[in-house]
């Protein structure tokens, strides 16, 4: 058992270094205004199997995909606007981290508010009903007795 664990122990170093190597991909830049508008991009692209994370900061195998994809369409000459509409379309405007208001994207938009304007009609009409059961009962119910001594 000692000769399997021995020979098990640098087969997994050597399987966690190629996982790690392969998780860092570098890109070569040509200069800083390159590198900042990959970030910028990035930023603006959603990871599409992370909750709530952008392209820039996610670990994912498929966020690394999408990033090596933006810079090779970057260096393919292509607008940061023509990037996002090529993977909208492959991927929906899910990929969009501030999605445009369109038919389909009013309830991400709107919901919030509309949920709160529910919310406090609720309240309104919770109070009145309350406001209304109180001022129909009779006074005589409602007022202290005499042999009640505050």
């Not at 919901?111 to 919310?119: E, K, N, W």
Request: proline fraction near 5%; include cysteine.
């Amino acid at each position: 058992m000692s000769r399997l664990r021995r020979a098990a122990l640098p087969a997994l170093l050597l399987s966690l270094f190629c996982t790690i190597a392969a998780a860092v991909q570098p890109l070569d830049f040509k200069d800083a205004a390159e590198e900042k508008r990959f970030q910028s991009l990035t930023r603006e692209l959603r990871c599409l199997v992370c909750q709530n994370q952008n392209l820039a900061d996610s670990d994912a195998g498929l966020a690394g995909d999408l990033r090596r994809e933006v810079f090779d369409q970057m260096r393919a000459g292509k607008s940061d606007a023509q990037i996002k509409d090529y993977l909208v379309a492959r991927y929906s405007q899910f990929v969009l981290y501030d999605p445009p208001l369109s038919g389909s994207t009013w309830l991400l938009w709107f919901g919030p508010l509309l949920a709160l304007l529910a919310g406090a009609g609720v309240l309104v009409v919770v109070v009145r009903r309350r406001t209304a059961a109180l001022a129909h009962k009779t006074p005589a119910a409602t007022a202290p007795r005499e042999e009640e001594d505050w």
